[in-house]
């Protein structure tokens, strides 16, 4: 049986439009930009940036659900339509970076995103599969990784980035530390090939 999905209406999407405090959410979406930015992705980018970026993402989705018709609201997977809209201005950011070439932070490593096609899965989310850390780590280990750099690898993949959170959780001082982290980002070729045989 062929599974069928639930549009929303010109009239369901004229509503939101009318009864929607849009200053305050626009505020909301703008935040949202922010934060997946800045900890999903880690970027580096000034205040401004983050703001002309920000603001042409949540524009832009505005733009494709009421005036394009082009970003359909499937209310049988998003009941609420704040969530829809939140959901499709993650995916576009995970798009516009790759198109554009931003640079995405494995921690404070660095690895430039160049691959141009479309996704709707994002960069953290989907990232490190058990079977990508792997290899991941084998690579690491064929490049002449020590075990202390493959245990701060695998705090990074766990989503622990601070070197305060990483030395408390593998019991290092600062100067083992130090040491390690400097030769694992030696190493960032390496972890960058991965991702882009892996597509990101």
């Known amino acids: 049986m062929e599974d069928t999905k639930t549009i ?3 009239e369901l999407l004229l509503e939101q439009l009318q009864n929607r405090d849009w200053e305050k959410f626009w505020v909301r979406l703008m935040a949202r930009c922010f934060w997946i930015l800045r900890n999903r992705y880690g970027v580096k980018w000034k205040n401004d ?3 002309q970026f920000s603001r042409a993402i949540v524009g832009e989705i505005i733009s494709k659900v009421f ?3 082009e970003r359909k609201w499937y209310i049988d997977s998003y009941p609420n339509f704040e969530d829809f809209i939140v959901s499709a201005i993650d995916s576009h950011i995970n798009n516009e970076l790759k198109k554009k070439e931003k640079l995405v932070f494995f921690g404070e490593i660095e690895f430039v995103n160049d691959q141009a096609k479309q996704s709707n899965e994002s960069f953290a989310d989907d990232t490190f599969t058990d079977q990508f850390r792997k290899q991941v780590s084998d690579a690491l280990k064929v ?3 020590d075990d202390d750099e493959l245990f701060i690898f695998e ?3 766990d989503g622990i980035e601070k070197a305060e959170d990483i030395r408390t959780e593998l ?3 600062e100067a083992t530390y130090h040491n390690a982290w400097r030769r694992l980002k030696r190493r960032r070729k390496v972890i960058q090939e991965k991702l882009a045989a892996n597509g990101y």
């Open 155 to 157: 705090c990074l993949a």
């Open 171 to 173: 019991g290092m001082d």
């Open 49 to 51: 940036e983050l703001h």
């Open 143 to 145: 490049a002449g990784s």
């Open 67 to 69: 005036v394009d018709k």
């Open 8 to 10: 929303a209406s010109d």
